[in-house]
């Protein structure tokens, strides 16, 4: 039933938003260049990695020596505006509807992250990762790590399809508040170092 749901789900707002998805990749063209879409490699179901799509949020702005300089200084205004309304997580419905990710889940984080985590904090890879999740609606990036991975496990073991549309409908609350987008101290969330 999480995949069927998954899917039409996914297709109903790519269809019903592709006129948004349109105006926002224009915008990102136009105020951070291109490429429009940022991919990365995450890891999925039992660690597998997969290709995440975002809209690109940062600029490429580099040092003398050619390397990307902090988040801070790349994350413009426009990037924060589309990680505030969660607008860059769009593409991401392309994700779920190929069967990467689910809408909701444990947020897929960065490959490099995998061999430091406990045995219990990769259990977070039994499920599909989430457009949204359990940790996200109780302090997204606000959170440490400890009680991110503890609300991620904490899904994997009580997930239902009721709580899907719970996490769902207070996601939507979240982001009107715009709540947890970063980290004390942080432009975005502080690395994971196991």
Not at 121 to 142: I, K
Not at 164 to 172: A, H, K
């Amino acid at each position: 039933m999480k995949r069927i749901f998954d899917v039409s789900t996914a297709a109903a707002v790519l269809t019903v938003f592709s006129s948004v998805l349109l105006i926002v990749a224009i915008a990102v063209a136009i105020k951070l260049g291109r490429p429009v879409i940022f991919k990365q490699a995450r890891p999925g179901l039992n660690g597998r990695p997969f290709r995440m799509l975002k809209f690109r949020s940062m600029a490429d702005e580099k040092d003398p020596h050619g390397n990307l300089l902090s988040d801070a200084v790349r994350l413009t205004k426009f990037g924060k505006m589309l990680r505030a309304t969660s607008l860059d997580e769009l593409p991401g419905l392309w994700n779920v509807f190929c069967g990467q990710m689910s809408l909701v889940g444990p947020r897929p984080l960065l490959m490099e992250y995998l061999p430091l985590y406990s045995t219990e904090q990769a259990r977070r890879h039994e499920v599909r990762p989430g457009l949204t999740g359990w940790a996200q609606v109780n302090g997204r990036n606000a959170l440490s790590w400890d009680e991110k991975f503890a609300l991620d496990v904490w899904y994997v073991d009580n997930q239902s399809f009721w709580l899907d549309i719970r996490i769902l409908g207070m996601t939507v609350a979240k982001v009107l508040r715009r709540d947890g987008i970063t980290a004390e101290g942080s432009a975005t969330a502080e690395k994971f170092r196991g």
